[in-house]
């Protein structure tokens, strides 16, 4: 299977911030590469697929790069509701995996 | 906009067969990738499997001795069955819809999720 590592597993940042979660995947993805947001009790909701593409709805203040193995969430003038807990997910391999989380928190 | 329902017993014993179907509202089963998704207490996401609309399917290694997943396009659901079930079976299972492109051959993402539903195996 393919590993997916968060960095980092948490983040304090403060209203206002810009911050960046970095997922690497443990070989080549290509752009195979979306981002989640999961808040407390409620399912995840797509915030970014095929590395780079905003999905319908979200807010223009996030935004994703990368390809290959390294790729980055920014998510720019925090917003309070997006502290959150943040998940990539790959589907190069037939076997979808998913990183640990970032969860990242009010400071 | 789609919205899926999870159902079924949030409590099942050991080396008992888990049931939860999910109901696809405002939408049909199309050509997605039905999929369902677990997340134990307190953990991140686990990838169960999917079915494709056409029948195809594709499961987690790790769970695909005991899992199957089907589609019933009469009554607009899909549902997941994992048999043997132990303690560590114990999560919040979510469905989901698996989108998908053309121009990008593979790649899969979930655009819609249901509310989850909890089940806990004890006896």
């Known amino acids: 299977d393919i590993q997916m590592t968060q960095s980092p597993s948490s983040l304090s940042a403060s209203v206002g911030d810009r911050v960046t979660i970095t997922c690497r995947a443990s070989q080549s993805i290509g752009s195979y590469l979306n981002w989640y947001q999961q808040k407390a009790g409620k399912a995840p909701n797509l915030l970014i697929y095929?590395?780079?593409r905003l999905q319908s709805g979200v807010p223009s203040r996030f935004s994703g790069s990368g390809s290959g193995t390294d790729f980055t969430l920014t998510i720019s003038n925090l917003q309070p509701e997006d502290f959150a807990t943040y998940y990539c997910?790959?589907?190069?391999?037939?076997?979808?995996?998913f990183g640990q989380g970032t969860r990242l928190e009010i400071k | 906009q789609v919205q899926l329902q999870e159902s079924g017993p949030g409590l099942v014993k050991p080396s008992e067969t888990l049931s939860l179907s999910c109901s696809v509202s405002d939408g049909s089963i199309g050509s997605y990738y039905w999929s369902w998704i677990r997340q134990p207490p307190g953990k991140g996401l686990e990838w169960i499997g999917y079915m494709y609309y056409s029948g195809t399917t594709n499961y987690n290694p790790s769970l695909k001795s005991r899992v199957t997943i089907s589609i019933d396009t009469s009554k607009n659901q899909f549902s997941l069955k994992v048999t043997s079930v132990t303690a560590a079976d114990t999560a919040v299972y979510y469905c989901?819809?698996?989108?998908?492109?053309?121009?990008?051959?593979?790649?899969?993402?979930?655009?819609?999720w249901g509310q989850g539903a909890l089940v806990t195996v004890s006896s």
């Open positions: 095929v590395a780079s």
């Open positions: 997910q790959q589907s190069y391999s037939t076997v979808i995996t």
């Open positions: 989901a819809r698996g989108g998908w492109s053309g121009s990008n051959y593979g790649a899969i993402w979930f655009d819609s």
